[in-house]
Structures are given as structure tokens and as C-alpha cells.
């Protein structure tokens, strides 16, 4: 199969995994995971009709995406990979939505180059469910804090929480854990769930999953 074509199987498996959900949920929004595909590939997804892009580092999207852009003006582009703040000026030159706000100083960088680039873009605040050393995102307990750093002090809109559950575990419960820290800093979006299990995120009431090797196949290391 192609990726285009491999793009409309997770479609037709996200409306029927959400059609049998227990909860009345609405079909998440399907983010395609494009990293170390190269321009070639991902033009055939986008002829598809695909708009919705992830990507997990600035330097390689800045050399594939400015062009797909401009052909293609109505793309949205999310960055879902960690951020280093002397890397803040570019992503968001380049990024509708930053799903990897995890810390204080990449909440300030954000902030001075949105005002400076007079660029609004959608934020979310990565939550390390697992709390896993190695990995990033804000640890469960300190999220409260950190939301409410960016809104209060930074007047930042968080617009959604995003979580990767660790490999080789049941990853419900940090969809649940994820929608709980939502639901009570009165958040909507939710960014959760991979090729191994956006079904169930949808299930748990994610509005984003993020879907790379379904559609484009195993990456090389
Ligand atoms: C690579 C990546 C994905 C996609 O993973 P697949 O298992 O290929 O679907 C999703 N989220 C993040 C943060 C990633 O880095």
C-alpha cells in the first residue's frame, strides 16, 4: 500500500473506533506523522487531502516544509518533539501548534517571540505521564503549576495538554490521567495516541492522534 492509501484505512478504523465508543465522542483530529520523510513522500499524502502534519525536530522541517507551505496555504503544522528555547524564534516561525510546552523557560521564549514575530500560535503543555526520566513533559504533579504559569504570568492561551505513554504499557490509564489534569484546569484539547493506539485514545476522548508509521510505513532509525 501506498501512504495515501494507508491514509485512508486510519481513517475508515478512527470513524468506526469512535463510532463504537461508549462515550459520545466526535472523530479526533488525524495529525500525520511525517518526520525523516523527505518532501516526495508526504506530497501524495497531501494530495490526499491530508492538511494535518507532525513533525518532531525544527531543523528538519525547516528544510521540507516552507515549500510545501506556500503551495499548500491551508496546511497546519504541529511540532511534537522536544524544544530548546535558542530554538523558540524558528518553530514559531514555522508552526501553527507547539504540543511540547514543558517547562517555564520555553513558556517565556514562546511568549517574547510571538509578541516579537506578532505570531499567535496554538500551545500545548506536555504532561510526562509516565513520569519517565528520559522523557519530556511537565510531571503530573507540577502541571497544575505550569498552566497556570503560562496563563497567569505569561498570559499564554493553552489550548490543549499532549502525553506519550511509556512504551510497553497499557496507555489507558494515561489517557485517563491526561483528560483528569484537562478536565480540571478547564482545558479541551487532547493530543494522545500513536499507530499502536489511536483507537483507544480516540476511545478515551482524544481530539488529536498522532499517526506516523500507519501512514508512511516503518521509519529507518
Ligand atoms: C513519532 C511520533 C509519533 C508517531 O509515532 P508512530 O508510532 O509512528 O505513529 C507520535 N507522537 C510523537 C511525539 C512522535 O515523536
Known amino acids: ?7 485512508g484505512k486510519v481513517k475508515k478504523q478512527l470513524v468506526e473506533a469512535t463510532a463504537a465508543s461508549a462515550l459520545s465522542v466526535t472523530s479526533p483530529t488525524l495529525i500525520a506523522v511525517s ?15 491530508q492538511r494535518v502534519f507532525g513533525e518532531n ?11 510545501l507551505q506556500e503551495k499548500y496555504p491551508d496546511l497546519e503544522l504541529h511540532l511534537i518533539g ?8 524558528d518553530a514559531v516561525a514555522l508552526f501553527d501548534v507547539i504540543q511540547t510546552v514543558d517547562r517555564e523557560k520555553i513558556a517565556r521564549a514562546l511568549k517574547k517571540e510571538m509578541d516579537r514575530q506578532k505570531r499567535s500560535i496554538q500551545l500545548f503543555v506536555q504532561v510526562n505521564t509516565g513520569s519517565e526520566p528520559q522523557k519530556g513533559g511537565v510531571l503530573p504533579a507540577d502541571a497544575d503549576q505550569l498552566i497556570a504559569y503560562c496563563r497567569d504570568d505569561q498570559k ?3 489550548a490543549g495538554l499532549m502525553c506519550i505513554p511509556p512504551a510497553g504499557e497499557d496507555p489507558v490509564p494515561h489517557f485517563t490521567m491526561l483528560a483528569d489534569i484537562a478536565r480540571r484546569n478547564d482545558i479541551c484539547s487532547l493530543s494522545m495516541g500513536m499507530s499502536a493506539d489511536f483507537e483507544r485514545a ?11 508509521s500507519a501512514i508512511f510505513g516503518p521509519r529507518l532509525p
Open 1 to 7: 500500500m501506498t501512504p495515501a492509501e494507508r491514509l
Open 35 to 49: 518526520k525523516t520523510y523527505d518532501a516526495d513522500t508526504i506530497e501524495p499524502v497531501i494530495e490526499a487531502g
Open 57 to 67: 525536530r525544527v531543523q528538519e522541517s525547516q528544510g521540507k516544509w516552507p515549500a
Open 82 to 89: 522536544p524544544l530548546q528555547s535558542n530554538k523558540a524564534a
Open 156 to 158: 499564554l492561551e493553552i
Open 202 to 212: 480516540a476511545q478515551a476522548g482524544a481530539t488529536h492522534i498522532r499517526v506516523g
